[in-house]
């Protein structure tokens, strides 16, 4: 009983995990349609932001909640400014642009720090779940995941902000004809998808710690996520994350991290091949 | 024209100064006939440049050790450096450079099996003497080739009664997925069986793992006495810290055949999490002998900042000059053969790791081992084992009768 228990838990997290890896380029790819290749090493930015400002004494809560995210946000900003503007509904060339910001990013942090791994420690203890004990950062993590949906759909749904940012991504000439500066609206939507993959990483690396080379083992589950999921950010997400992420933990548990991963890649291949405008391109079509 | 320099042309001058500047260990491509030239090929980038970089320092440091003694046979040694940036193309492509273009007389380097593999058959078809200085799996077995590190029946086979012995008769083990853990997780398996103990169950993971959770989960509900840890790199070091925050840090003791092996997983890996793990190798900086304090002074001396970490990896790449730097004295030559002679003539060097003697059935090391219990970041040897032989790799090698034997076996253990 115990055990299903802590089963359950970590199938969770792992919804969880692929939900904060995903978020962020839900906005950002889902959304504006640019395929940003780096929004793995913005995770690594984030991270990296972490162990820094942890070291020099900042408390942890604050360099995850607030400064990972602040810094990769305005860290998204400029490039949006520099390289993304130019390149919106240019899908290759962004594909392109992002990937050799991408190698740059990996590039310049080894260079700087080193291509060895930085650990935080990790701010909570263990929980007792029967005779099993389950990591307080955990529960953790899946209300972080909550709280990002649940922010994104609020955002979204209920204010001005959102509904702006929809109306652009749908028709941008006709927000500009209403007065609104879409391009600003562009701007300001990249850099809180890079937030929210700042964020991300800030929340993964008391887990695995950070490396230069963190983000290419976190971008691919991210893209596999939001194309599964579809256009919609928060129903495409939350449906993708949660089909994958128990079907290739429940895998993980019954033999290992391998045919777990594997077990992922295949649900994902089917759904595409039965829905390739991903979950929701086909159900769920009329929520966001 | 000439006069204006412009500030972009000025930046790009700075930037090829700045490009050179950062490269200083290429080769010079003299071939001066009063040097002798030492190969050097470790992962100076890449996902091990943890191990690699101390190993290359302190190989340069053996050699400017023997030329302050006045080189050998009236020559100067000079190293030359190539970076394979942990990448196998460039690991036999620099192996094919120095055996042929730079005529290296001896090579020291590879780090994983898989380097060691690319470039051995090289080495051994070139002709030119090669020493790898890492631990591993056991079973290369090719005259052409020193090998220096512990093999599994060297370490494993003490570990596993001495921790079996502390904390119980069942075993969890977890192990990276590729042929160093596999083969060293069947070695666990036999050696706790042949302790009348369990392997309760053994899972392997990709390098790339980073997420233990299950894993962690799992090993609560076997409930075994210990887990062994053959996790390698740095993906595989969150698994450390995931069984602290579970707080199963003081419920389950944990043994490594590799913690600790590279050095770097002591800096990274926090006391609070790393304190206890056992582990067993050929060389801690805390060997209590005067040849180790007076070494170890060395390295300080000689790297005062960012000392080099001092493992069995670095501590032998310093042994494997020092006894080839002595063949060359003894055989007076630099003949590939006369020094295979001499080195097989089963002599005693004392190092700082002890005694060691090279099999000259195996080429292997017969050496004294150590096991430690980790304590802040310091090593404390719990026990020595003097003069253990490469058993494993003794099982399917014997150079003695066929010396032209060029061939990594896979010890079977069925």
Known sequence: MDYSLVVAIELVREVAGLILIATGLAVIFGMMRVINIAHGEFMMLGGYTVVLTTKMGVNIWVAILILAPLAVGIFGVIVERCIIRHLYGRIIDSLLATWGLSLFLIGFVTVVFGNTVEGVSNPFGGFAVGQYKVAGYTFFLIFAAV????????????????????????????????????????MATFGIGAAFAGLAGGLLAPISGVVPGMGALLIGKAFITVVTGGAAVVAGTLSASTILGSISQAVTFATNPVYGDAALLFVALILLRLLPQGITGRIFTRSI | MTRDISRRSMLKGAAAVGAAGALPMLPFAAEAADEILVGGLHDLSGFLDFAGIPMNRIMLMAIEEINAKGGLLGKKVRGVVYDPQSNMSMYSQFATQLALKDKATVVMGGITSASRETIRPIFHRFKTLYFYNTLYEGGVCDRNEISLGTTPAQTVEKLVPYTMGLWGKKVYTIAADYNYGQITAAWVKRYVEQNGGEVVSTDFFPLDVTNFGPTISKIQSAKPDMVMSVLVGSGHLGFYNQWAAAGMKNEIPIASTTFGAGGAEIEIIKPEVANGIISCYGYYPTVDTPENKAWVQQVKKRYPEKTPLLTELSAFTWEGMMIWADAVRSAGSMDRMKLLEVMESGKTYTMPSGKVSIDPKTHHAIRDVYIADLKDKQFVIKKKFSQVQPADTQLVCDLEKTPNANKHYEISLE
């Not at chain 1, 955002?155 to 927000?175: C, E, F």
């Open chain 1, 147 to 186: 709280a990002f949906i649940a922010s994104v759909y609020l955002t979204l749904k209920y204010t001005k902000a959102g509904l702006i940012a929809r109306a652009t991504m749908q028709n941008s000439d006709m927000v500009e004809a209403l007065g609104v500066n879409s391009k600003h609206v562009y």
